[in-house]
T-cell receptor, first 112, second 111 residues
Framework: NAGVTQTPKFQVLKTGQSMTLQCAQDMNHEYMSWYRQDPGMGLRLIHYSVGAGITDQGEVPNGYNVSRSTTEDFPLRLLSAAPSQTSVYFC???????????FGPGTRLTVL | EDKVVQSPLSLVVHEGDTVTLNCSYEVTNFRSLLWYKQEKKAPTFLFMLTSSGIEKKSGRLSSILDKKELFSILNITATQTGDSAVYLCAVLPGTASKLTFGTGTRLQVTL
């Protein structure tokens, strides 16, 4: 039982490049979410999903896309990376809405 | 817009001290308040509080909620160096779909 896994752990991009951050969970959780964490800003919700085929925007969705084709996977796509997207990204999942979410280990992204 | 304010932003204590961390909030149709501990990497869940006045306890950590005054405290007694971390407070509205986090309190426990 791996819990929530994220890949890659670290990534460096150039401005304008696109990439996908991967997130998977093996707990059969319906709810999954993506947060970014910046110094002094706490965790901010980017997008979330309450089940396969259903996604919605969080607090800071601009510049990011998500899809949820299976219960297990919830990838986050950066369409055209910008330096403002330099951050640590956490994926989380829960069996009961946004309550008691389990977090993945994070991806540290740097955009030059 | 939901809002969570934590205080202090940071503090340094000596091993064995007792600390109290504060969390005040504004949320539409309150559902629950959650505390997380974040060491080097991912936040880990500590407590979920839904009712006023009922203390949740786990070892040396305890937490209580006051829904009338819209705040919660997290107490840590007999602190240890392993308690050094950022403690995050978050609130969940009635829709249960979006958590709003505070910026956290950074606790450092020294020998």
């Amino acid at each position: 039982n791996a819990g929530v896994t994220q890949t890659p752990k670290f990534q460096v991009l150039k401005t304008g490049q696109s990439m996908t951050l991967q997130c998977a969970q093996d707990m059969n959780h319906e709810y999954m979410s993506w947060y970014r964490q910046d110094p002094g800003m706490g965790l901010r919700l980017i997008h979330y999903s309450v089940g396969a085929g259903i996604t919605d925007q969080g607090e800071v969705p601009n510049g990011y896309n998500v899809s949820r084709s299976t219960t297990e996977d919830f990838p986050l796509r950066l369409l055209s990376a910008a330096p403002s997207q330099t951050s640590v990204y956490f994926c989380a999942s829960s069996s009961s809405g946004a309550n008691t979410q389990y977090f993945g280990p994070g991806t540290r992204l740097t955009v030059l | 817009e939901d809002k969570v304010v934590q205080s202090p932003l940071s503090l340094v204590v000596h091993e064995g001290d007792t600390v109290t961390l504060n969390c005040s909030y504004e949320v539409t149709n309150f559902r629950s308040l959650l505390w997380y501990k974040q060491e080097k990497k991912a936040p880990t869940f500590l407590f979920m509080l839904t009712s006023s006045g009922i203390e949740k306890k786990s070892g040396r950590l305890s937490s209580i909620l006051d829904k009338k005054e819209l705040f919660s405290i997290l107490n840590i007694t007999a602190t240890q160096t392993g308690d050094s971390a950022v403690y995050l407070c978050a609130v969940l509205p009635g829709t249960a779909s979006k958590l709003t986090f505070g910026t956290g309190t950074r606790l450092q426990v020294t020998l």
